[in-house]
């Protein structure tokens, strides 16, 4: 069967155009394996597809009349726009009309209506969002990022049980290593948390390597950190604020003469390029991992080739069976809530 | 009186010669203000002096035979170096021969022994460590990044306080703003401690702004940001991994053809001088605030001239009277262990 995405076409600073452009491109390109339903104010999108000459079918258009703003608060905002593309569009999963809910909205809206609409699978009490930021070995991917706070030892435990699943069939590593976020690598170092989540996750199958510190993420010394989703909320924001800084850096001194200026000009373009890598936020989405169907969650300013390559990573993590086998593993270590 | 600066000349990766041309020089510069007394090998010292030209008094070399190496656990290894410099130097302080020590040696082990051999400040329960990183308004002082772990409210508070009297009078802020790290603006984002340390700092004196993100540190939003010892560590190791990072990102990029090759040659060394701020570690020492004396700790691959730095800081902090400051100001509030 098909995977059917509900795209949140109304998400993102550059939507509903970005998105609009990205789904229907998705749609044709892989017709044989994927389905796009396009979710939010019908008239925004009947106008920008016929504006760039696209064909869509009308039936998978869904009306949305609300949209959740970027800074609302999330859980309110679900309560109060019942009719929001986001909520639409994650009632669609819960309903079994779509496999997978794709948003570069308002971040914790995606995650509330995650949570709170398609809900949380038997025995999994705190879902995961994960970051796969880049790092000298290709990437490190860190669970949770999401901002869940006050985890317990077994919530960092089945974070890592879930991200191992991902990790493995999404991003291909064969036996990838864990780590706990903490501030040294002895086993001693770390707070009450880490030690006792070391002592959860030392007894699991998992390929657990003990603890990495801040500096090991980008040297990608394990595949998969795991940590509180307090810290690694700040860890990521934190991480999206450093090109930004350095851009600040570069313009103050191009404005300390002529020849500075001259001298960035010239190396803009390289560096853009060389560091490309650093943007990682915008090729794609991130998983929400523990809920009862599929939720990729995207940058807020997601490109239309993020937005494609969203709706297809949505696409594996249908067909690699991610949400069956996340069940399974919880189910036969006896997570319980 | 003038300072009284003990110096490891031990410490740090390019000790001893680094420190010692570096405590020198800063001897001979500031002679009407400061004193240095250089702790460590006085053979390997001395020879470092003669070889450089350099004339140092005989008498301000205080011989310490061991070294605490970088990877060494801190506690353990005070306890079997009574003999190193990292221990001589300290004691000095608790004996009044100084009136600080500077290290850029182990980082654990020098803030171990500031609070073990100099020992606590009356009424402060956890000594905190400071990093002063770079922001687009200038700077944001981090407190605590000295991996203390599991801070109480309480602690929290009197990071703050320390660190708005470090910051009013060594970095000249009238009326530093003070932010509590965590995962959202709103005053109901956060985890148990933030949510608890917000209600003891909005009743305090300091010019509380309430929460910060990850994101606000670079950009500044606030003078000082607070936050438990565990992720000011874990955030400072990463930050401290991003240049590191982007230099294996231009060394791929550069190997990708000769033309770009030639473009990242020709970039290096604006980008260099551009991003310098970047390297802020190098520049200074850290504080250690809250212990019965002055400790300023110094990054490991610290230059000479970070030395000279440091020293000069280690001058202004006991100029200033930070230390008795700090006192009367955990007196009055009533802190109590």
Redesign the interface.
Known sequence: MKCVVALDAMGGDFAPAAVVLGGVEAYHKFQNKLDVILVGKKDEIKSILSKNNLHFPDNKIIHADEVIGMGE?PTDAIRNKPNSSIVVAAKLVRENKAHAFVSAGNT?AVAAASTLIIGRLEGVERPTIGAIL???SGFCAVFDVG?F??AKPQHLLSYALMADIYVREILKVENPTVGI????E?KD????LTKDATELLSKSKLNFIGNV???????GIANIVIC????G??????????P???K???T??AKESFF?KI??G??KN??K???S??DYQKYGGVPLLGVNGIAIIGHGSSTSLAIKNMVLRAYEVHERGITDRIRSTLKEIGMKE
């Open positions: 608060m914790g880049p790092s000298e901002a706070v006050d976020l903490s501030v040294g002895e170092k770390g707070n009450k510190e801040g500096r090991d993420i980008l040297k509180d989703g307090f810290i909320n700040i860890l990521l924001k934190f991480g999206e604020s450093v930004k800084y350095m600040h850096l570069l103050l001194y500075k001298k960035i010239l190396l390289t560096l390029e060389a560091l890598p650093l």
